[in-house]
């Protein structure tokens, strides 16, 4: 059996790899456990070099590796290259604040001397997709390397590419042999690699279904588990807001990574007041970007990942407009040579609670416009969701602004006239159906380890 990358501006194949035998991958899985039982012992000022090795790789390669995603997943050059050195930042992060991160904690009690002791917990399992192939796996990867553990990757079929190029820099950096492998394999065998005694932990970044069932395999054999799922990030304009700042701030979280971001923003509730405004603003701001060759400079969009990807998002949106949305922007395919995967960016307004892009997950450039009555009615809209991994507000009042982020909106990140990101210092993932867990910051290196409690008499 084979697993191929195609290229998604015309269908072509890139590579064909092989498969990984059921044997193959309990032989990687043992190398990995083999290499950690020596690496555990290694203090964190040798893993911090390490990990400022692979950050200068990673920037050394950056323009390579952002050719490889654009050939393997239809990213943008310059977006690629951002990515990579994304990676390279957090591997900095990590390196530099690890140590303090995992310091033993003291705590006062009756005993003569008790305190917390963070400890690696062994091989963890990461399920990663193909939307930011890179910048998933490090935002694992660095702090779990930092703590002491291991890794071992299942990507998403369609960038091994990337999955063998990560492999490849650890290697470089000048890790131990095996500490991190990709396995080559399908889906179908995650249920046996979790189930190897050896694996001691997942995390998941993916859809909410492909959660349900990971959840469900690691709960058989009592594995922790951090779930980072789908979204349908919700961005509030209120009355006083700044429309043109935040239809250009909107415009751009929209079609980050051409919409194929769970953080990407989906729903925009607008006070109807100023939604006529806005959405003037907001078609304007999408209609600038440029869609191309993601290996040509100027491009800001390239194709979806995948053609059947388009196709699923296309009928979505006809879905839409059947159930009475309205489409101001896009809504085709384009006519361009090859079985590409290009998709217009599109709009679609008045978009009420019967229409399937009020709830769905919208993954592709596709906005869903919806009218609030008042900021009450715009949060009701907001929390309106089985999502929960982030949300924005924009309005030009400080106090109120904060008060929406911190105490209304039901979503693991809330932003302020500003897009939802990620950030190597800041806590990130979502709650309901949107994952459990964190990764990144001090919370996001405390998922994989054992945190020990120390009590002398």
């Known amino acids: 059996m084979s697993i191929s990358s195609i290229n998604p501006v015309n269908g072509s194949i890139i590579k064909h790899y092989q498969e990984d035998a059921e044997q193959t991958i309990d032989q990687k899985i043992d190398q990995v456990h083999l290499a950690w039982l020596n690496y555990k012992e290694t203090d964190f000022s040798s893993r911090s ?74 091989l963890v399992l990461a399920i990663m997709p193909w939307n930011f192939p890179f910048w998933q ?23 091994t590419g990337c999955a063998l190029e990560i492999e490849k820099i650890i290697g470089d950096a000048g890790f131990p042999p095996h500490i991190f492998k990709t396995l080559i394999c399908s889906s179908k065998v995650i249920p046996k690699v979790i189930e190897n005694p050896y694996i001691k932990a997942i995390t998941l970044t993916g859809s909410t279904e492909a959660g349900k069932k990971v959840a469900e395999q690691a709960g058989k054999f009592i594995k922790k588990t951090v779930l980072e799922l789908g979204g349908s990030d919700p961005y509030i304009i209120l009355e006083d807001a700044d429309l043109e700042k935040a239809a250009k701030v909107c415009a751009e979280a929209r079609l980050i990574n051409n919409g194929q971001s769970c953080i990407a923003a989906k729903r925009f509730i607008v006070i109807e007041s100023v939604e006529e405004k806005f959405t003037q603003l907001f078609k304007t701001e999408m209609e600038k970007k440029k869609t191309g060759d993601p290996l040509e400079p100027d491009t800001d969009l390239g194709p979806m990942a995948r053609a059947e990807l388009r196709d699923e998002l296309h009928q979505q949106v006809l879905k839409g407009i059947e159930q009475g949305a309205k489409c101001i922007l896009g809504g085709e395919i384009p006519a361009m040579d090859g079985n590409h995967a290009y998709y217009q960016p599109t709009i679609l307004s008045q978009v009420k609670s019967d229409v399937l892009a009020y709830h769905e997950e919208i993954f592709g450039p596709v906005a869903a416009i919806i009218t609030a009555k008042d900021t009450d009615d715009a949060i009701r809209i907001a929390n309106d969701t089985n999502f929960g991994l982030g949300a924005a507000v924009f309005t030009e009042n400080a106090v109120l602004a904060e008060d929406i982020a911190r105490n209304k909106l039901a979503a693991g990140s809330c932003f302020v006239n500003e897009g939802v990101k990620s950030d190597a210092a800041l806590p990130f993932g979502g709650i309901n159906q949107s994952g459990y867990g964190r990764e990144l910051s001090m919370f996001g290196i405390h998922e994989f380890v054992n945190i020990k409690t120390v009590y002398i008499k």
Do not use: W
């Not at 490090?138 to 990757?153: D, E, I, S, T, Y």
């Open 137 to 159: 796996v490090f935002r694992f990867l660095a702090p779990a390397l930092m703590a002491g553990n291991a890794g071992v990757l299942k990507h998403s079929s369609g960038v």
């Open 49 to 122: 070099r390490l990990l400022l090795q692979v950050s200068k790789l990673l920037t050394e390669r950056k323009d390579q590796l952002a050719e490889l995603m654009a050939l393997e997943m239809g990213k943008p050059l310059k977006a690629g290259v951002a990515e990579i050195l994304k990676c390279a930042s957090v591997c900095e992060y990590y390196a530099k604040n690890g140590a303090d991160f995992l310091a033993d904690q003291l705590i006062t009690t009756g005993a003569s001397k008790s305190y917390v002791s963070f400890q690696p917990i062994g």
